[in-house]
T-cell receptor, first 110, second 116 residues
Framework: AQRVTQPEKLLSVFKGAPVELKCNYS??????LFWYVQYSRQRLQLLLR??SRESIKGFTADLNKGETSFHLKKPFAQEEDSAMYYC????????????FGKGTLLTVNP | GAGVSQSPRYKVAKRGQDVALRCDPI?????LFWYQQALGQGPEFLTY????????KSGLPSDRFFAERPEGSVSTLKIQRTQQEDSAVYLC??????????????FGPGTRLTVL
């Protein structure tokens, strides 16, 4: 079955520390991967997508096809990064069916 | 401009009642999606509309769930004879192009349904 896995439900780091949120996928073909973020009392929003290879708010994510991973990284975490993060993917044959992981709650402590 | 809006924001229903959840997508957006998000889970795809056509309803959990978008704008998700397992946040999203793969899906704030 096509699946997106986020192994950590909770992740806690101190301000200024590096952070890595893990995401693994099991898809045939070429998935397109995304990270969505939900800040407290706000709606779910797109953070970044692998195809654009961009850095948003200091976050980057690299698609590793060998390890089937798309981990989200930031070298120096800020308190405002505290949020729920979801990894998501479109399966190779679909342009509308987005599959989400269960999410990781990131807490950045002062 | 206004984003995706959903109403009501909160709904409490007694088991067996019918409920209707409304989604107002961003004006002009072709694609509309419904998701169900249970507590502690990520959103799960329910159904997809391209304009007024429902192209995929494979995620609807049972025949008690019905969605429509008759004029290609506002959409309604209806749940008949609600059960406790229907308790969840129902999210609506819209996208400017057909499908959402090449353009961002914009999410609404969700409707939290609690079935007693």
């Amino acid at each position: 079955a096509q699946r997106v896995t986020q192994p950590e439900k909770l992740l806690s780091v101190f301000k200024g520390a590096p952070v890595e949120l893990k995401c693994n996928y099991s898809y045939s073909g070429s998935p397109e991967l995304f990270w969505y973020v939900q800040y407290s009392r706000q709606r779910l929003q797109l953070l970044l997508r692998h195809i654009s290879r961009e850095s948003i708010k200091g976050f980057t994510a690299d698609l590793n096809k060998g390890e089937t991973s798309f981990h989200l990284k930031k070298p120096f975490a800020q308190e405002e990064d505290s949020a729920m993060y979801y990894c998501a993917a479109y399966s190779g044959g679909s342009n509308y069916k987005l599959t989400f992981g269960k999410g990781t709650l990131l807490t950045v402590n002062p | 401009g206004a984003g995706v809006s959903q109403s009501p924001r909160y709904k409490v229903a007694k088991r067996g009642q019918d409920v209707a959840l409304r989604c107002d997508p961003i004006s002009g957006h072709v694609s509309l999606f419904w998701y169900q998000q249970a507590l502690g889970q990520g959103p799960e795809f329910l159904t997809y509309f391209q304009n007024e056509a429902q192209l995929d309803k494979s995620g609807l959990p049972s025949d008690r769930f019905f969605a429509e978008r008759p004029e290609g704008s506002v959409s309604t998700l209806k749940i008949q004879r609600t059960q406790q397992e229907d308790s969840a946040v129902y999210l609506c999203a819209s996208s400017s192009s057909a499908g959402g793969r090449y353009n961002e899906q914009f999410f609404g704030p969700g409707t939290r349904l609690t079935v007693l």
